[in-house]
T-cell receptor, first 112, second 115 residues
Framework: SQQGEEDPQALSIQEGENATMNCSYK?????LQWYRQNSGRGLVHLIL?????REKHSGRLRVTLDTSKKSSSLLITASRAADTASYFC????????????FGKGTRLSVIA | DTGVSQDPRHKITKRGQNVTFRCDPI?????LYWYRQTLGQGPEFLTY????????KSRLLSDRFSAERPKGSFSTLEIQRTEQGDSAMYLC?????????????FGQGTRLTVV
């Protein structure tokens, strides 16, 4: 079963616009991570936010975490055509030695 | 170190044949994971190793699947008597799994097609 659920499933925007993706999860976490996947390739780690953090930035990426609502959001500012990819949230659970659990992803298309 | 590598990148096999995939993790990483991904879905956990010990197996991993990490370095995933439903991308990832950093580094995957 998948712990995280991303929303929306698909998003299409114009280059230069901001893209926001949301992730909801079910159980307590140590941290939450966002990954990017280009078509047919492996996943690339983007950013990790710990359970005691509320917001984190990395370049054009901004991640927020609300543990009371069990939700996170990924904001990509000033999007580029090269940002076209699938984005996944992954939760690292609090229960100890567990693997990362991925959601189904948001497919982002940035139109030039 | 060039990251996590997987071999082969693509495999086409006939139903009923056995296939074996290899994963070479980043050398200092003690955790190694196998995931399976089908089109339009997120990666689904199959199994993982802490050094050479296999710590957890998903219910997705039927008895036709077996994984090893004999010396705590590279790992192999074998599928026996392949079925069409096994067609998927098989992803390997490694992680240092320290308290402060549990980021996973993924390989490019092995795409299996069972015909």
């Amino acid at each position: 079963s998948q712990q995280g659920e991303e929303d929306p499933q698909a998003l299409s925007i114009q280059e230069g616009e901001n893209a926001t993706m949301n992730c909801s999860y079910k159980t307590s976490i140590n941290n939450l991570q966002w990954y990017r996947q280009n078509s047919g390739r492996g996943l690339v780690h983007l950013i990790l936010i710990r359970s005691n953090e509320r917001e984190k930035h990395s370049g054009r990426l901004r991640v927020t975490l609300d543990t009371s609502k069990k939700s996170s959001s990924l904001l990509i500012t000033a999007s580029r055509a090269a940002d076209t990819a699938s984005y996944f949230c992954a939760t690292d659970l609090s229960s100890g030695n567990t693997p990362l659990v991925f959601g189904k992803g948001t497919r982002l298309s940035v139109i030039a | 170190d060039t990251g996590v590598s997987q071999d082969p990148r693509h495999k086409i096999t006939k139903r009923g044949q056995n296939v074996t995939f290899r994963c070479d993790p980043i050398s200092e990483h003690n955790r190694l994971y196998w995931y399976r991904q089908t089109l339009g879905q997120g990666p689904e956990f199959l199994t993982y190793f802490q050094n050479e010990a296999q710590l957890e197996k998903s219910r997705l991993l039927s008895d036709r699947f077996s994984a090893e990490r004999p010396k705590g370095s590279f790992s192999t995933l074998e599928i026996q008597r392949t079925e069409q439903g096994d067609s998927a991308m098989y992803l390997c990832a490694s992680s240092p799994r320290t308290f402060m950093n549990t980021e996973a580094f993924f390989g490019q995957g092995t795409r299996l097609t069972v015909v």
